[in-house]
């Protein structure tokens, strides 16, 4: 029989090695040995070919005999094939699943098991399948007539050889980032000895990788289009499975992903922006009541983007209820003053607010409220923003939705059914001042969440990643995402007038008079930016429209490149804004290079990409990068860059995009040293990197070649 082999590749030499290298080339083959699971009748084999290899090429005639085939061989591979003739070809060849002008050598039936490890070593994963495959199935009575040696240690060997092979391929589609691909590999492995009952020792190993590659099955499952149903739904379930496990989002369960509670964070994170509305209330309204205090304030999130775009306020209420859980030990009243305002209760939003110690936030309230009685038009301005910008970017349904006019206080307000439901909702008692717990309180919130001590909530949900520090309490080890715009405690406000009426009722209030003070709101800021326009325009706009749409002063976020969508803006003061001029982009990118090198280097310093990367860029070469070091791979790189644009608009201070011209040389390497040449490249490219401005800081967004 043949097989597609060639002598040289057998002993790992070149074809113009001198008889002295093949040699030693040969002992060294001999020296090394194949996994411990195979068996004496399998390694026996292969050194018999080995053995032939060097026969050939060690004596001058043999070996010129054998390079005339060769190069025949390469000859036919590069000429168009000859039209078949009318009658068969009886000449010997290969199976019909190998390439008629691969090279090939012929060997005994009884080395065919020799002939697989050799592959196995060489990488030829594929060709394993294209050759064994058969053998366990119609090829089955070859295995049983003893030709191929003792059935008994045939056929563990063939299962071990397939599975091998399976297993290494589901390696590398995980670092081509084929997820559910490398899970299909994988799996195909196990099953071929778990349906023998074959090397416990090594299935163990094979699902250990395949529960790691898990989270990452997960987000490409929960990426695809709507369409894909059935797969979206196995997706869900896989994640429910991993939470199960772990015993909720902030819980110590082991779900075998390696994740701890920091990494598990961040995978929710991620995965968050792949879920419409709904799925995402089912999941973390049902998770919160484990109970699990991150989960509430996702939900919370859920409940808030549901019913200020579907327009129903009773989803709010629900929103308002869980945070009223959470605030017995957090500091939520920022949330609980914005459902307020989408409740019509503009005196309960009021008094929230002034109970919060979010100084960043309640100044900019304040600043777009001067002049008015209460605090309305600023909280107007700010809950709407906060609620487009920040809560919509983290579902897959309402992300585009974030520049929709229709998508509105303003709308919200003038819906029938909202107003309908607002005018049967009951008094809420104002709320008391920050006091202690009472005994009740307390014993709600002992039940809320006793297995968890969290850290105190960030209420002004700044970024996706503001749940983190839950559990920072009950997880020393994990590093909160803390970012620029962390707020300290303000000095207590001045207290504002409370509207008053004599048309409340002890039961029922009218709706007529929280929405009209409402609304008295949004007519104050559409003042307030009118005047801000009437000032700031020149005379070419002075005819500009000047209708009753809510606006806002804050800047508009950035498109956001899918997946995962960007980090929220943060309203803030005016600060001076750094010039970018040519050096500050090339350090930039110099930092970027200096940063990938450390990430995918021997050490695999991943923190150092959150030196010069934010999302989505940070997220997809944290991936990236934690694939490499999962797989005991390292890589090393060489670059040279030139800057040959960049594009700064004083008008967008935070945004900035830059050309440059890459040369980079990357060698990747396994885990034993060996460079991979397949995964190695030496590159020209011209890349264009968009950049933004955080905490005074450049950091790259995303990356586009050209």
Known sequence: MRIPLDYYRI??????????QITQAYRDRLSQMPRREHGALAIEARNRII?????????????????????????????????????PDHAVSGPPEIDPHQPTIAIEERDFLGGLLLLLDLGEYELILKLASPYLRGKGKQVKGGSLGDPDLVNPELRLCLALAHWELSREQWLQQHYELAATSGQAGQTLLADADLFPELREEIQAELNRLRPYQILELLSLTDGETAERKRGLAMLQDMLDARGGIDGQGDDKSGLGIDDFLRFIQQLRSY???????????????RPSAAATYLAVYGLLGAGFSWRQPQLVLQAQELLERLGQRQDVYLEQSICALLLGQPDEANQLLEQSQEQEAITYIRE?????????????????TWLKTEVFSHFRDLRQRRDDTAVSLKAY??????????????????????????QPQAAIAATVAPEVNPAPLPSRPEKVTSFEALVSESAPTMVPDVSPGVMTPPSPPEPEPVIETAETGPSHRSFSVPFLAIAVALGAV???????????????????????????????????VEPPPPEAPIIENENPTPILDEAIATEVIENWFTSKSQAFGPDHDLTALENIL????????????QQVRDAGHYRTYEHSLTVESFNFDPSQPDVATVEAQVQEKANHYRGNGA??????????????????????????RSSQTL
């Open 51 to 87: 053995e032939q290899a060097f026969d050939v090429l060690s004596q001058t005639e043999s070996r010129a005999v054998y390079d005339h085939e060769l190069s025949g061989n390469l000859f036919r591979s590069l000429v168009p094939s000859r039209p078949k003739l009318p009658f």
């Open 11 to 20: 002993l790992c030499v070149p074809a113009k090695a001198t008889t002295a």
């Open 675 to 700: 460079l991979d040449a397949s995964q190695s490249y030496d590159s020209s490219l011209q890349i264009r990197y968009s950049l933004v401005r955080q905490d005074d800081r450049w950091l790259i």
């Open 275 to 289: 879920l419409t509305v709904q799925e995402q209330l089912e999941l973390f309204v049902a998770e919160s009541k």
């Open 413 to 438: 307000f003038a819906d029938l059914e909202v107003q309908q439901y607002l005018e049967g909702l009951p008094i809420a008692p104002p709320p008391e001042p920050e006091t202690a717990p009472t």
């Open 526 to 560: 559409v003042a307030l930016v009118g005047l801000v326009q009437l000032i700031t325009r020149s005379p070419s706009q002075e005819t500009a429209s000047n209708g009753p749409t809510v606006t806002t002063p804050a800047p508009e976020p950035e498109t956001p």
């Open 614 to 625: 934010t999302n989505p860029s940070l997220a997809e070469w944290r991936s990236r990068a």
């Open 368 to 384: 777009q409220s001067q002049g008015a009685a209460n605090l309305l038009p600023g909280l107007c301005l700010y809950g709407e």
